[in-house]
């Protein structure tokens, strides 16, 4: 036996080393045992001592035992046993070594290997290429035999070039290796067409990578996917190049059944056979903390799947131990458009959470920095944040560890908001820069930020770390400043310089691509009158919802801009034509046909008329491109308002010809140039005048009496008209008094009130003082409005006819029947008259009866103003028979050339003195 002060001087020896010491006696049994060996054993020391050691160990021989350890299972354990002499008595020292974790270790790496050999060389579909930079084939798997026809002893050794590569590409392989050996940059992944054994074409998507062997030595390696396989295995296989050729998954939503890659059981341990095809087979396996989670990301994924899923969660290896897994996948609509399938990849990350642990522990470092501090994996996921970061998001670190960035908008990897970010990091660079991101209330703010890579230590980047600064005020101070240098301050839209550049732009492509695009001048259509009716207040609110519905319509990548009033741009690139302009534009049409709403909710339809020119038919240049759309928008404005048109050449001489003629009309007004024909309304049974209907006359200087059709249009669309009209009711008024100094009996006399005129404020007003300074009374005057300009606000055109009509004044509705009245609306106007389109009257020529279409129309207009109490006023007889016609159908009141054509005031007059006197009916005299 041991004596005790031995046993004591050996405790002391062995009391605090690292390792299990043992000390036996000669037959086997533990005399004393230290505490790296309770450990070891996992039993107390009173167990192990005086127990047998049970272990066959060679004195000096180094020896390796497996202890079974009563909570880690099997413990693998380097033994060296020494004999030694201790006072007389042969003992045995037994020196133990754990070495579980190195023995599991090296297997897992053994298993790896073996794993990685058998994934190349038994990947289904990818043909997988090894060869050096000179070409010659060191890697040839079973896949690429059946792609390319050669067996591996036939590819091996010989040159890629020459096996498979066309003699078409063989220059630009050659190009991509020698980039390679100067650069170190491999091929561009993408579709090419290579070489079968037999000479037949074969069509693949090839992705490159290199691998350093050894100093000098880089290798390339192409994982080619043929392309003619079934769409299936394509999107299969697709995934398995994004997913760095790691375990596939693909679930069909509908049936719950779930294909898994042998790759995909290989990381939990399993064998191909062992796993079955449900989805039942993923779930079970999750650590219980992480299915629920897991479960509930899924749904929420389906649910509303943006983006690609993506989830990390630990799953039970088939040795009864966790796995990190990273799980990401992308969801395929079948052909009704609903979710079919989720595809995708999982990626064995426990590595990666051992090292995050320790980012974490080092985080604590800048905790307290007066900056933002960011720190993501590779794959973008945050896995640090802090204080500061807290403080300026809103966040709680714990709502945003794991999230990727870029749902946080944070601009770290993962966001694409600057492609150079991540061109500078994957080359290892830093990148600094401005992010707009979103704080957890939703609030947009700025932040400069520099991003660099992390690495271990073989260089790897592992991790990116962001330091930012909040620079929201300064940034907004700066971007509205820059917004208004080229915004329209009330709608928002481009101003004339931001249009002018995009143009300079839009023309350059266009001239580099050879496309067409196209400018268009558009301007609302009596958009004036509003303005002046309503007020500036309203017609800025319809400017805005103008502004809105034309960015609603147009085409992505179109530009609308303001210049100024109620003149809008719009630049239409690219178009393939220029008809291809017409849809956009009938489109525009359309939508404009919806009301707007004034500040009193009441509706208003509001027109445009637009000009188009295009590049390159009608100029290069972006001024004058705007200038040719303005000048085909005035065409399109004479050409009856609401419409389109492109410009020609002619337009120009034409627009010359409008400012002209605009500019006369201006100076013609100062020199009493305009005066007043009038053309009688008679009773059709008698012939007796019942009315007169005053018409402006231009008696120009030098181009002498001017069509009325040349100037009118003209005044309404400049405006002109608005000076224009008081001047005709005064001069009307005017001669009703010189008739009546001369002795005649004045009949009433119908002057002609523009939609400007119109909808003009206080037109009443106007009206009453010029009446009270001519002393005129108001039954002498009748306003003839058009039906259209009744229309266009039914409400206002109520009240404003109502207050003429309690003043005496006669209203009579023009051109009826070439609008489209409500006859609800229409009972509801104060009106005395409705007067018959000429064009209904003029169509029925001699013979009414010919002409059923528009006598039907006539005896419409005429049963309608007999219903409604009106008197019915036809416009254009020209011929007896309209007369009879009329006659026979209940319409009393006519006018026409078969009665006068319009005359001069000391015409008129020689039939006003006893207002009976009939006027000749003959067809040549009234045509005289």
């Given at each position: 036996?041991?004596?005790?002060?031995?046993?004591?001087?050996?405790?002391?020896?062995?009391?605090?080393?690292?390792?299990?010491?043992?000390?036996?006696?000669?037959?086997?049994?533990?005399?004393?045992?230290?505490?790296?060996?309770?450990?070891?054993?996992?039993?107390?020391?009173?167990?192990?001592?005086?127990?047998?050691?049970?272990?066959?160990?060679?004195?000096?021989?180094?020896?390796?035992?497996?202890?079974?350890?009563?909570?880690?299972?099997?413990?693998?354990?380097?033994?060296?046993?020494?004999?030694?002499?201790?006072?007389?008595?042969?003992?045995?020292?037994?020196?133990?070594?754990?070495?579980?974790?190195?023995?599991?270790?090296?297997?897992?790496?053994?298993?790896?290997?073996?794993?990685?050999?058998?994934?190349?060389?038994?990947?289904?579909?990818?043909?997988?290429?090894?060869?050096?930079?000179?070409?010659?084939?060191?890697?040839?798997?079973?896949?690429?035999?059946?792609?390319?026809?050669?067996?591996?002893?036939?590819?091996?050794?010989?040159?890629?070039?020459?096996?498979?590569?066309?003699?078409?590409?063989?220059?630009?392989?050659?190009?991509?290796?020698?980039?390679?050996?100067?650069?170190?940059?491999?091929?561009?992944?993408?579709?090419?067409?290579?070489?079968?054994?037999?000479?037949?074409?074969?069509?693949?998507?090839?992705?490159?990578?290199?691998?350093?062997?050894?100093?000098?030595?880089?290798?390339?390696?192409?994982?080619?996917?043929?392309?003619?396989?079934?769409?299936?295995?394509?999107?299969?296989?697709?995934?398995?190049?994004?997913?760095?050729?790691?375990?596939?998954?693909?679930?069909?939503?509908?049936?719950?059944?779930?294909?898994?890659?042998?790759?995909?059981?290989?990381?939990?341990?399993?064998?191909?056979?062992?796993?079955?095809?449900?989805?039942?087979?993923?779930?079970?396996?999750?650590?219980?903390?992480?299915?629920?989670?897991?479960?509930?990301?899924?749904?929420?994924?389906?649910?509303?799947?943006?983006?690609?899923?993506?989830?990390?969660?630990?799953?039970?290896?088939?040795?009864?131990?966790?796995?990190?897994?990273?799980?990401?996948?992308?969801?395929?609509?079948?052909?009704?458009?609903?979710?079919?399938?989720?595809?995708?990849?999982?990626?064995?990350?426990?590595?990666?959470?051992?090292?995050?642990?320790?980012?974490?522990?080092?985080?604590?470092?800048?905790?307290?920095?007066?900056?933002?501090?960011?720190?993501?994996?590779?794959?973008?996921?945050?896995?640090?944040?802090?204080?500061?970061?807290?403080?300026?998001?809103?966040?709680?670190?714990?709502?945003?560890?794991?999230?990727?960035a870029q749902r946080l908008g944070s601009g770290l990897p993962g966001d694409d908001k600057d492609p150079g970010l991540f061109e500078k990091l994957s080359r290892g660079g830093t990148w600094e820069g401005q992010f707009k991101n979103r704080r957890k209330n939703g609030e947009?703010?700025?932040?400069?930020?520099?991003?660099?890579?992390?690495?271990?230590?073989?260089?790897?980047?592992?991790?990116y770390i962001k330091l930012a600064e909040d620079i929201t005020d300064r940034k907004h101070l700066s971007d509205r400043l820059d917004y208004l240098a080229f915004h329209d301050p009330l709608t928002g839209l481009a101003n004339r310089d931001l249009f002018l550049d995009r143009l300079g732009q839009a023309l350059a492509?266009?001239?580099?691509?050879?496309?067409?695009?196209?400018?268009?001048?558009?301007?609302?259509?009596?958009?004036?009158?509003?303005?002046?009716?309503?007020?500036?207040?309203?017609?800025?609110?319809?400017?805005?919802?103008?502004?809105?519905?034309?960015?609603?319509?147009?085409?992505?990548?179109?530009?609308?801009?303001?210049?100024?009033?109620?003149?809008?741009?719009?630049?239409?690139?690219?178009?393939?034509?220029?008809?291809?302009?017409?849809?956009?534009?009938?489109?525009?049409?359309?939508?404009?046909?919806?009301?707007?709403?004034?500040?009193?909710?009441?509706?208003?339809?509001?027109?445009?008329?637009?000009?188009?020119?295009?590049?390159?038919?009608?100029?290069?240049?972006?001024?004058?491109?705007?200038?040719?759309?303005?000048?085909?928008?005035?065409?399109?404005?004479?050409?009856?308002?609401?419409?389109?048109?492109?410009?020609?050449?002619?337009?120009?001489?034409?627009?010359?010809?409008?400012?002209?003629?605009?500019?006369?009309?201006?100076?013609?007004?100062?020199?009493?140039?305009?005066?007043?024909?009038?053309?009688?309304?008679?009773?059709?049974?008698?012939?007796?005048?019942?009315?007169?209907?005053?018409?402006?006359?231009?008696?120009?200087?030098?181009?002498?009496?001017?069509?009325?059709?040349?100037?009118?249009?003209?005044?309404?669309?400049?405006?002109?008209?608005?000076?224009?009209?008081?001047?005709?009711?005064?001069?009307?008024?005017?001669?009703?008094?010189?008739?009546?100094?001369?002795?005649?009996?004045?009949?009433?006399?119908?002057?002609?009130?523009?939609?400007?005129?119109?909808?003009?404020?206080?037109?009443?007003?106007?009206?009453?003082?010029?009446?009270?300074?001519?002393?005129?009374?108001?039954?002498?005057?009748?306003?003839?409005?058009?039906?259209?300009?009744?229309?266009?606000?039914?409400?206002?055109?109520?009240?404003?006819?109502?207050?003429?009509?309690?003043?005496?004044?006669?209203?009579?509705?023009?051109?009826?029947?070439?609008?489209?009245?409500?006859?609800?609306?229409?009972?509801?106007?104060?009106?005395?008259?409705?007067?018959?389109?000429?064009?209904?009257?003029?169509?029925?020529?001699?013979?009414?009866?010919?002409?059923?279409?528009?006598?039907?129309?006539?005896?419409?207009?005429?049963?309608?103003?007999?219903?409604?109490?009106?008197?019915?006023?036809?416009?254009?007889?020209?011929?007896?028979?309209?007369?009879?016609?009329?006659?026979?159908?209940?319409?009393?009141?006519?006018?026409?050339?078969?009665?006068?054509?319009?005359?001069?005031?000391?015409?008129?007059?020689?039939?006003?003195?006893?207002?009976?006197?009939?006027?000749?009916?003959?067809?040549?005299?009234?045509?005289?």
């Amino acid at each position: 036996m041991m004596r005790g002060a031995g046993l004591q001087h050996f405790r002391q020896m062995v009391e605090e080393a690292s390792d299990a010491i043992l000390l036996l006696d000669r037959t086997g049994i533990i005399r004393y045992a230290n505490a790296a060996a309770a450990r070891l054993f996992g039993h107390p020391l009173e167990t192990l001592q005086g127990h047998e050691f049970g272990f066959v160990v060679v004195p000096e021989e180094p020896t390796e035992i497996q202890i079974p350890h009563p909570l880690r299972g099997v413990v693998a354990a380097d033994v060296r046993t020494v004999p030694m002499d201790m006072q007389g008595e042969p003992v045995w020292v037994v020196y133990l070594r754990d070495v579980t974790d190195r023995k599991r270790a090296e297997q897992a790496t053994r298993e790896n290997e073996v794993i990685f050999q058998h994934l190349l060389q038994e990947v289904p579909d990818i043909a997988i290429l090894g060869y050096h930079l000179d070409g010659t084939v060191f890697y040839w798997n079973r896949a690429s035999e059946r792609v390319f026809g050669y067996s591996a002893e036939e590819a091996l050794q010989g040159n890629l070039l020459a096996l498979i590569v066309p003699e078409n590409l063989r220059g630009e392989m050659e190009e991509n290796l020698r980039g390679m050996r100067a650069e170190g940059t491999p091929p561009e992944s993408g579709p090419l067409t290579l070489r079968h054994k037999t000479g037949h074409p074969v069509e693949i998507y090839c992705a490159h990578a290199a691998l350093e062997y050894g100093p000098g030595d880089t290798r390339l390696f192409c994982m080619g996917v043929d392309l003619t396989e079934k769409q299936r295995d394509q999107l299969r296989l697709r995934e398995a190049i994004r997913a760095g050729n790691i375990g596939l998954f693909d679930w069909d939503l509908r049936t719950d059944k779930v294909f898994y890659s042998r790759e995909w059981k290989a990381q939990l341990g399993y064998e191909d056979w062992e796993i079955g095809d449900d989805f039942s087979e993923w779930r079970s396996r999750l650590h219980p903390d992480d299915l629920g989670p897991a479960q509930r990301k899924v749904e929420a994924f389906l649910a509303h799947p943006e983006g690609r899923f993506v989830n990390e969660a630990r799953m039970r290896h088939k040795d009864g131990s966790y796995r990190w897994i990273l799980a990401q996948g992308s969801l395929i609509r079948g052909a009704d458009g609903h979710p079919a399938r989720l595809l995708g990849s999982h990626l064995d990350i426990t590595q990666r959470h051992v090292t995050e642990e320790s980012l974490q522990r080092l985080a604590f470092a800048v905790d307290q920095s007066p900056s933002i501090v960011v720190i993501t994996d590779t794959a973008g996921l945050i896995r640090y944040v802090n204080r500061q970061f807290c403080h300026i998001t809103g966040y709680e670190e714990s709502e945003v560890v794991g999230m990727n960035a870029q749902r946080l908008g944070s601009g770290l990897p993962g966001d694409d908001k600057d492609p150079g970010l991540f061109e500078k990091l994957s080359r290892g660079g830093t990148w600094e820069g401005q992010f707009k991101n979103r704080r957890k209330n939703g609030e947009i703010y700025w932040e400069r930020a520099r991003i660099y890579p992390i690495r271990d230590g073989q260089g790897h980047i592992t991790h990116y770390i962001k330091l930012a600064e909040d620079i929201t005020d300064r940034k907004h101070l700066s971007d509205r400043l820059d917004y208004l240098a080229f915004h329209d301050p009330l709608t928002g839209l481009a101003n004339r310089d931001l249009f002018l550049d995009r143009l300079g732009q839009a023309l350059a492509v266009a001239r580099r691509d050879d496309h067409v695009l196209a400018v268009g001048l558009l301007d609302l259509d009596d958009f004036k009158v509003v303005n002046d009716s309503l007020g500036h207040e309203q017609g800025d609110r319809l400017l805005v919802q103008v502004a809105r519905r034309l960015r609603v319509h147009l085409r992505e990548g179109d530009t609308v801009a303001r210049f100024g009033g109620d003149e809008f741009v719009l630049l239409l690139s690219p178009l393939e034509r220029p008809q291809d302009v017409i849809p956009v534009v009938e489109h525009l049409q359309q939508a404009f046909a919806e009301p707007f709403l004034l500040g009193d909710n009441s509706p208003m339809v509001l027109g445009f008329s637009i000009g188009i020119a295009v590049f390159p038919q009608d100029s290069d240049r972006a001024e004058e491109l705007i200038r040719h759309a303005d000048a085909a928008m005035y065409r399109a404005k004479n050409q009856g308002r609401h419409n389109y048109n492109f410009y020609t050449r002619e337009l120009d001489t034409q627009l010359h010809e409008r400012m002209t003629v605009d500019q006369a009309m201006r100076r013609g007004l100062e020199n009493h140039e305009f005066l007043l024909h009038f053309q009688p309304r008679v009773e059709l049974a008698s012939g007796r005048i019942h009315s007169l209907e005053a018409l402006v006359r231009w008696q120009h200087p030098e181009w002498g009496l001017v069509s009325p059709g040349r100037f009118i249009p003209l005044a309404e669309e400049t405006g002109f008209i608005l000076a224009l009209g008081p001047e005709i009711l005064r001069q009307v008024c005017q001669q009703i008094r010189a008739w009546e100094a001369a002795g005649l009996e004045a009949p009433p006399v119908a002057v002609n009130l523009s939609g400007r005129e119109f909808q003009q404020k206080g037109l009443v007003e106007r009206t009453l003082e010029t009446l009270k300074e001519t002393g005129v009374e108001p039954g002498h005057i009748e306003f003839e409005i058009t039906e259209s300009a009744a229309m266009r606000s039914v409400e206002r055109t109520i009240r404003i006819l109502s207050r003429m009509h309690e003043q005496g004044f006669h209203i009579s509705i023009d051109d009826f029947g070439t609008a489209y009245s409500s006859l609800n609306y229409l009972k509801r106007l104060p009106v005395q008259a409705i007067k018959i389109d000429q064009s209904f009257v003029m169509d029925l020529g001699d013979d009414p009866d010919a002409h059923p279409e528009d006598a039907a129309i006539v005896r419409a207009i005429i049963g309608l103003g007999e219903t409604l109490g009106l008197e019915v006023i036809a416009e254009g007889v020209e011929t007896a028979a309209q007369q009879r016609f009329l006659l026979a159908h209940g319409c009393r009141i006519g006018q026409g050339f078969l009665f006068s054509r319009p005359q001069p005031a000391e015409v008129i007059a020689q039939y006003l003195p006893s207002r009976t006197k009939a006027i000749a009916t003959q067809a040549s005299r009234g045509r005289s």
